[in-house]
């Protein structure tokens, strides 16, 4: 796996005011320590309920515009992404044990929707890969990175992140109120969009979905907005 420069951003809420948990893309400051790199994280099942390990899909969510944050600009678009030498960097700042138990979960070649969030119009603009499993964050343990815990040990990391790889922008971009008309009607009438999460821990900067959600998301490339 290429190592990448790591440069990411902070998601905030699709559709309220101030940020919500982290994902930042900062500039990376130095490299964790190898002791870091091989340091043992618990996986999150992916199926708690067999020993197989079942495909799963998923959100995460990014900022497209600059915002600064402590002092770093937060912004990473998808076309950010696609610059990224070979299309790839890490999916780090995740502050938020759901999010990073997701993270924890996911498995190589799973594709994620990449989201478009805290800006003018949020929603899906593409397609993510993921290319390297969960390891330890790196920006845990830099002291003048804004996503820095003191309370996490390199020995014992709290913070974990993937490495994802630019798939494809979408056929035409998928807002989030589109979306949301589609999960109003659904919750109606039993739809494939009747819980997602999006809509039901909004505050998520990574999320599951289902087949069915992730199918039917991708069905809409091919029709006009409604």
Known sequence: MVWTD???????????????EKRTKTKNLGRASA????SSLQKTPVSEDSGEALSSYWLMKS???SRLEKGVDVKFSIEDLQAQPRQTT???????YQARNFLRAMRLDEEAFFYHSNCREPGIAGLVKIVKEA??????FEKNNPYYDAS???????????????????KRFIPLAELRAHHQAHRASGG???NMALFTHQR???QRLTREEFDFILSLEEKEPS
């Open 152 to 170: 996490s040990k390199e020995d014992n990391p709290k913070w974990s992140m993937v490495d994802v790889q630019f798939v494809r922008t979408m």
């Open 204 to 206: 998520l900067s990574v």
């Open 6 to 20: 790591c440069r990411l951003s902070v998601t905030t809420s699709t559709d309220m005011k101030g940020p919500e």
């Open 135 to 140: 390891y330890p964050d790196h920006t845990q």
């Open 63 to 65: 900022e497209p515009e």
């Open 192 to 194: 494939p969009l009747k």
């Open 90 to 96: 890490c999916w780090d700042g995740v502050r938020n």
């Open 35 to 38: 002791q870091v790199e091989n």
